[in-house]
């Protein structure tokens, strides 16, 4: 018994309610996500990894020649980017790149050298990339200047902070241009000065950059980078453009592996050998059972020991003291037949094997570490920087082999392949301290004694406890 026109309200109206009921629901599955992801700092999909080739059979000294030939000119070409480009004045030209791009197309550098332009835009561009690196370590080596810095007042900071995160704030002060930015930004920015002295902040930025800004400058040229067009993968091999044209030098290879994308071949003339490193993205692996919070030690004999005394890597001393003894002996040789030496070859060959060994074992135990203790969270400490002066001289050498960068690199990459979280706690005094009730306590024949609470365990599980605990408290860093 509705009317017509009453029906067709109606339905307009349930229409709209569903409509707005759905967005509404929409809104709040996305806020849930966005809530969601960042509580349990969700990590991405996928990650990069690098993948290595090798070519099977020795290469020719001629094709090995004319690898050496591209590696210098990029080495070259670099070297020009870095000289003209490298400046203070420059740095408006390498955010994002193109000018750097065009004015070296016009440079005439490319026909002068011979060099195909998949090798000397690629060699461009990673000239530019070192450029871009070096001004974000001098601003983040003057951003902590600045936070140390208890001379200037918080508004100081503030405008100094501001200067460096502001590219083309940062970049008018460093060439002494008026500063011309956006209303919005332009607004914030007169707020800020009025509030210090300028002259004098830009004074202490301008010195401060000068004090760590160099030219950067290369004088090795024993690889360079490839596009996709600059080679192919068939026979067994990889065929790779030389610099004359519809020539293609080929490289059988140990394995049948293909990809499709900008790989780097390193070079090995005295070896007659090269290394070809591929980026790939490889898919992020979850774990339900993963589940287990573990603090680990890490040391240059035994090379994790996790805080319930499980020992990963125990055969890692006499792999670095094989290889620290052997550097050493081959270091004296060398010394002492320096002008009538030979064999380097055979040197860096065996360098290598030795290299090789560890590496291999390091890696195996540390996929048997994530086997066996399934972590959802590993928590490590920084690291000091390593000291070589001491008593023993064959102490400071296997101290100064000491592969610890290698396995925090290993590590971090294996953590993020089994989205397991890797933190660093706070190190100050952490192996001296009891785990047990927090006294300080002393180190006797590889043990830790508590003379407070008579606590006696092996130092390096004292340590791995002490740093789970500090995780836990939340000592960590950032």
């Keep these: 018994g509705i009317r017509k026109s009453d029906r067709n309200v109606l339905t307009f109206c349930l229409t709209l309610f569903a409509f707005i009921t759905r967005i509404s629901c929409q809104k709040v599955y996305l806020l849930e996500s966005s809530y969601s992801k960042r509580e349990l700092k969700m990590p991405p999909d996928k990650i990069c990894k690098t993948v290595h080739q090798y070519n099977k059979e020795p290469i020719s000294t001629d094709d090995m020649k004319k690898l050496k030939e591209i590696a210098e ?3 070259s070409v670099k070297n020009y980017v870095y000289s003209r480009f490298g400046g ?16 070296m197309t016009n440079s005439g550098l490319r026909s002068e050298l011979g060099l195909p332009s998949v090798y000397f835009y690629l060699a461009i561009f990673d000239a530019v990339a070192d450029i871009k690196c070096q001004w974000t370590q001098i601003k983040n080596k003057i951003l902590n200047l600045i936070n140390k810095n208890d001379k200037f007042s918080e508004e100081e900071k503030h405008y100094l902070r501001f200067l460096i995160k502001v590219n083309n704030v940062f970049v008018a002060v460093l060439n002494q241009y008026e500063v011309k930015l956006p209303k919005e930004i332009q607004k914030t920015y007169d707020q800020l000065a009025i509030q210090v002295n300028i002259k004098k902040l830009h004074r202490y930025l301008c010195r401060q950059v000068r ?3 160099i030219k950067l400058h290369t004088d090795i040229g024993d690889g360079f980078s490839l596009s996709e067009k600059a080679y192919r993968y068939e ?9 004359e044209k519809r020539k293609r030098i080929f490289i059988p290879l140990t394995d049948n592996n293909r990809y499709k994308r900008q790989i780097y071949i390193k070079l090995y003339p005295e070896c007659q050998s090269i290394e070809i490193k591929v980026p790939i993205d490889i898919v992020v692996k979850y774990h339900d059972d993963y589940t287990n919070y573990v603090g680990v030690a890490m040391g240059i004999y035994t090379m994790l020991t996790t805080h319930k005394g499980n020992c990963y890597g125990e055969e890692l001393g006499k792999y670095q003291i094989e290889y620290a003894n052997w550097i050493r002996i081959q270091t004296k040789s060398y010394n002492k037949n320096r002008n009538s030496n030979s064999g380097r070859k055979k040197y860096n060959n065996k360098k290598r094997q030795l ?7 390091i890696n195996h135990e540390l996929n048997r570490f994530f086997q066996d203790e399934k972590p959802r969270i590993v928590y490590i400490v920084k690291l000091p920087k390593s000291k070589v002066n001491g008593f023993n001289r064959r102490i400071n050498n296997s101290i100064a082999m000491w592969q610890r960068g290698y396995i925090r690199e290993r590590l971090e990459q294996k953590c993020k392949e089994q989205s397991v979280e890797l933190i660093q706690v706070l190190g100050k005094d952490i192996s001296n301290d009891c785990s047990c009730c927090g006294s300080i306590g002393k180190h006797k024949m590889g043990k830790f004694i508590c003379e407070v609470c008579g606590f006696n365990i ?17 000592k960590i860093l950032n």
């Design 458 to 474: 092996e130092e390096k599980i004292n340590t791995a406890r002490n740093i789970l605990k500090r995780g836990l408290e939340g």
């Design 88 to 103: 203070i004045k420059s740095l408006t030209k390498i955010y994002p790149g193109y000018t750097v791009q065009n004015e």
């Design 355 to 361: 290299t090789e060994q560890m590496h291999s074992y």
């Design 211 to 213: 004090k760590y800004h």
């Design 235 to 243: 026979d067994h091999g990889i065929y790779i453009a030389a610099k």
């Design 73 to 75: 000119n990029c080495k």
